[in-house]
C-alpha cells in the first residue's frame, strides 16, 4: 500500500458554513508545521498533544497577501486516528475557492490529492475496519431513507462482520480437527464424525440462507424500489406520478401522448424509496418521437421491480391493452383502475379476467385511492411490515455472491457426508467457504478488485 500524504477536500464543493480539508500520512504534521501560523505565536503543531484544537491561520509565504483563510486545526496522533495514520484536518471558510486555495497550499508543500476513497482504503488496509465496514462507509453517504442509513450505521458498527465471523470460526475449527485427525489418527478418533459435522454444517447453511433471503429486502432498502408507470396515452401515467410526488412534475393535458420521453423521479413511501418512472403511453403509432418514447417505455418495464399499470376505466379495452397486460402478466404488478369518478366502461372483473394482479380503484383527479396504492406497496414487497429492527440486512451484490458460493460448497460437504466419501473431502470444500466468507470482509481479495470498490467512494472520504 501507499504510504505517502494524502489530502482532499472532504466536505461537499459547493459554499457552505464550514469546509474540511483532510491530511493524512507520516508527513502531515510536517506539512502542517510548513502553513500554519498560530494567532498567539504557540509552537508548532507537531509539538502539540494528540486530538487538540488550534486557531490560527493558514498561510502562503510565497504570495504578497500571505494568508488564505483563518481556521481551526485538529490534530491527530496515530494509530488513534481514522486512517491510523497522523491525521490533520484543517477546518475553514465553507468557500469553494478557499477550501481549494488551502488545497492546493497543502499539496504545494508536501502531500498529494487523495485517490477516490484512500482514506477509507487506509483504514481498511491498515486494519482498522474490514471490507464490510468500509463498504457501509459509502451506504451510509448515500443512504435514500431511514431504512437504509440504520442498515448501513448496523454494518459500519460490525453486525455484518460480527456474524460472518462466527460463521468462519465454526468452521475453521472444523478444518483444524480433520487435518488434526488425519495427522494423527492414532490418537484422534473420527469414527462417527460425519454426523457431527453434519449438523454444524446445516446450522451453518441455515445461517447462510437467511442472510440470503435478506438480500432482495436489502436491495430495496438500498437502493429503492424502481417503479415504472405503464399505461396507454391519457390513461393518467402523468397525473399518478404527480399525486404520488405532491408535485406538479410531469406534463398532464388532455391531448393522448404528451408524455414522449421518460421522466424519473424518486419519492419516500413510509421510509421505503421509490424511484418512479413515467413513460411514454403505449400503443401503435406512426410519429418518430413518438415511437422512440414507446421503445423506452417497454425496455424499462423488462427490468422493472414493480410495475403500476393503469387504465381508464372510462373507455373500452383495446389491442393496446391486451398487449400491455400480455407483458406484465408474470410480474410483480399493480393495476389502478383510474378515472373511477367518471362513468364506468371497463370494470375490475374484466381486468381480472386478464390479470391475476391486485385492482385498485383510483381517481387521480380526486385524488382518490392513493392510500390503498401506498399499502398494497408495502404489502407487495414487505408484507405489510416495515419495521426498523435489528435484523443484519445483505444489501451488497459482492457480498450475496460470495454467500451463494459458500453455501454451495456447504452443499458439496453435506453430499461427501452423504456418499461416505473420505474426511479429506470435508477439507476441501470447507476451507472454501472459509475463504468464501472472508471474501466479503477483504481478507483475501486482489489488489485489482479492492481499487475497484474503493474507486466508486468519493474523494476525501
Do not use: W
Request: net charge negative.
Amino acid at each position: 500500500m501507499k504510504t505517502d500524504t494524502i489530502a482532499a477536500i472532504a466536505t461537499a464543493m459547493t459554499n457552505s458554513g464550514i469546509g474540511i480539508i483532510r491530511i493524512s500520512g507520516e508527513d502531515a504534521f510536517t506539512v502542517i508545521d510548513r502553513i500554519y501560523q498560530s494567532k498567539n505565536g504557540k509552537k508548532k503543531l507537531s509539538e502539540e498533544k494528540s486530538h487538540t484544537v488550534h486557531y490560527g491561520y493558514i498561510v502562503d509565504d510565497t504570495k504578497e497577501n500571505k494568508i488564505i483563510d483563518e481556521v481551526m486545526v485538529l490534530i491527530m496522533r496515530a494509530p488513534n486516528t481514522y486512517t491510523r495514520e497522523d491525521t490533520v484536518e484543517i477546518d475553514c471558510h465553507g468557500g469553494v475557492l478557499v477550501m481549494q486555495k488551502i488545497l492546493d497550499t497543502v499539496v504545494c508543500h508536501g502531500a498529494r490529492p487523495a485517490e477516490p476513497g484512500e482514506f477509507t482504503k487506509r483504514a481498511f488496509l491498515n486494519g482498522r475496519i474490514d471490507l464490510t465496514q468500509a463498504e457501509s462507509v459509502m451506504d451510509v453517504i448515500s443512504s435514500k431513507n431511514e431504512f437504509a442509513l440504520k442498515s448501513s450505521i448496523s454494518q459500519l458498527q460490525g453486525s455484518l462482520q460480527k456474524e460472518i465471523k462466527e460463521l468462519r470460526e465454526k468452521i475453521i475449527y472444523e478444518i483444524a480437527f480433520i487435518e488434526s485427525a488425519l495427522d494423527d489418527p492414532e490418537h484422534i478418533n473420527i469414527d462417527g464424525y460425519g454426523q457431527k459435522l453434519k449438523t454444524v454444517a446445516e446450522e451453518c447453511k441455515e445461517r447462510i440462507e437467511h442472510l440470503l433471503d435478506t438480500a432482495d429486502n436489502g436491495k430495496i432498502l438500498k437502493e429503492g424500489i424502481d417503479t415504472v408507470i405503464v399505461g396507454k396515452p391519457n390513461a393518467g401515467k402523468s397525473s399518478l406520478m404527480n399525486v404520488l410526488l405532491k408535485k406538479e412534475r410531469a406534463i398532464v393535458t388532455d391531448i393522448a401522448g404528451t408524455t414522449r420521453d421518460v421522466l424519473e423521479e424518486q419519492m419516500n413511501l413510509n421510509g421505503i424509496t421509490l424511484n418512479i418512472i413515467d413513460t411514454a403511453g403505449i400503443r401503435d403509432t406512426e410519429d418518430i418521437v413518438e415511437k422512440i418514447g414507446v421503445d423506452k417505455a417497454k425496455d424499462y418495464l423488462v427490468n422493472a421491480d414493480l410495475i403500476i399499470y393503469v387504465v381508464d376505466s372510462s373507455t373500452p379495452l383495446d389491442e393496446n391493452d391486451e398487449k400491455i397486460m400480455e407483458m406484465i402478466k408474470d410480474r410483480t404488478a399493480l393495476v389502478l383502475l383510474n378515472k373511477s369518478d367518471l362513468d364506468t366502461v371497463t370494470t375490475e372483473e374484466m381486468i381480472a379476467s386478464h390479470l391475476d394482479q391486485k385492482i385498485i380503484k383510483v381517481s387521480m383527479k380526486e385524488n382518490q385511492g392513493v392510500d390503498e396504492l401506498e399499502n398494497a406497496i408495502k404489502e407487495l414487497f414487505f408484507h405489510g411490515k416495515v419495521e426498523l429492527n435489528d435484523e443484519v440486512y445483505i444489501t451488497n451484490a459482492r457480498h450475496k455472491a460470495a454467500l451463494s458460493n459458500a453455501k454451495d460448497s456447504l452443499n458439496m460437504v453435506l453430499d461427501s457426508i452423504a456418499m461416505e466419501m473420505p474426511e479429506d473431502f470435508y477439507s476441501i470444500d470447507l476451507m472454501n467457504t472459509y475463504e468464501e466468507l472472508g471474501n466479503i470482509l477483504g481478507e483475501s481479495l486482489g489488489e485489482d478488485l479492492v481499487n475497484e470498490i474503493f474507486s466508486k467512494f468519493c474523494t476525501g472520504k
